[in-house]
């Protein structure tokens, strides 16, 4: 079965600063995807970024990039110049063949003014 | 172009009672699912479908059925509601090709069962 942890279910960022969120994650697949999702309080599933397990080369989407590690099965996201809008749960996900979604459990991210 | 929409937006029911989800997208995927939210626990599958016709079981399907009858229409049925069933349920629909993954989230339904 897969699994996906994170282990931060909170954290706070002053504004302007980076924050790096954790993610880990379990399988015996060898070829799948990961994605960070954000969720607002509008409550609005919003794609962040999305990397694809047989790429060495991270991830990057302007303020947000990803640390992947495959061999330890770890996933993180770091926010830079973090902005007042970037308060919001964040959800790590696995993708497997055949299209099924592994979420985990979210780590509710403050960025303070 | 409206993405995924969900029908309704919010429901109470009692215990016992039925109740359809309705799940819409107009982005001709062939992917969709059903997914419920609890706090602490994040996103859960209940049920998931990879094209017209087909359904298949997600992590937690017991007390749920799903029809997808429709390319653009995913229901999710709860037969007999039970307070479990509580939730926040978001729909999401992807198009399963090679190079796009990316799935596209409902804005969910808050169904309180008392």
């Known amino acids: 079965a897969q699994t996906v942890t994170q282990s931060q279910p909170e954290m706070s960022v002053q504004e302007a600063e980076t924050v790096t969120l954790s993610c880990t994650y379990d399988t015996s697949e060898s070829n799948y995807y990961l994605f960070w999702y954000k969720q607002p309080p509008s409550r609005q599933m919003i794609l962040v970024i999305r990397?694809?397990?047989?790429?060495?080369q991270n991830a990057t989407e302007n303020r947000f990039s990803v640390n992947f590690q495959k061999a330890a099965k770890s996933f993180s996201l770091k926010i830079s110049d973090s902005q007042l809008g970037d308060t919001a749960m964040y959800f790590c996900a696995f993708m497997k063949a055949g299209n099924q979604f592994y979420f985990g459990t979210g780590t509710s991210l403050t960025v303070i003014p | 172009n409206a993405g995924v929409t969900q029908t309704p937006k919010f429901r109470v029911l009692k215990t016992g009672q039925s109740m359809t989800l309705l799940c819409a997208q107009d982005m001709n995927h062939e992917y969709m699912y059903w997914y419920r939210q609890d706090p602490g626990m994040g996103l859960r599958l209940i049920h998931y479908s990879v094209g017209e016709g087909t359904t298949a079981k997600g992590e937690v399907p017991d007390g749920y059925n799903v029809s997808r009858l429709k390319k653009q229409n995913f229901l999710l049925g709860l037969e007999s509601a039970a307070p479990s069933q509580t939730s926040v349920y978001f729909c999401?629909?992807?198009?399963?090709?090679?190079?796009?993954?990316?799935?596209?989230f409902g804005p969910g339904t808050r169904l309180t069962v008392t």
């Open positions: 990397q694809e397990a047989y790429k060495q």
């Open positions: 999401a629909s992807s198009s399963g090709g090679t190079y796009s993954y990316e799935q596209y």
